[in-house]
């Protein structure tokens, strides 16, 4: 699990909220409120890569081709999935 230091003052991220309720069985964690817990803090991920998996998957939208999509969404850090 993640430093609780890091999660100060921040709010949690939308998806990592969704899925802790997922597994809560459908209900919100009470200890999830506006600002982030260890579990729905934000993930440190490099803003070019995040931009470069955006721009891709756009392209394959528009073109209807192969446009390496899969691999560099592959490649962002998963923010549903527990360690």
Not at 13 to 31: I, Q, S, V
Not at 52 to 77: F, I, M
């Amino acid at each position: 699990m993640a430093d609780d230091t890091k999660a100060a003052g921040q709010q949690p991220e939308a998806l990592a909220t969704f899925a802790a309720t997922a597994r809560n069985d459908g209900k919100k964690p009470e200890d999830i409120g506006l600002t982030a817990t260890a579990e729905t803090q934000p993930l440190a991920t490099a803003p070019d890569q995040k931009a470069d998996a955006a721009t891709k998957v756009l392209r394959e939208g528009v073109l209807g081709r192969d446009q390496g999509a899969d691999e560099a969404v592959d490649s962002l850090p998963d923010r549903t999935r527990t360690d």
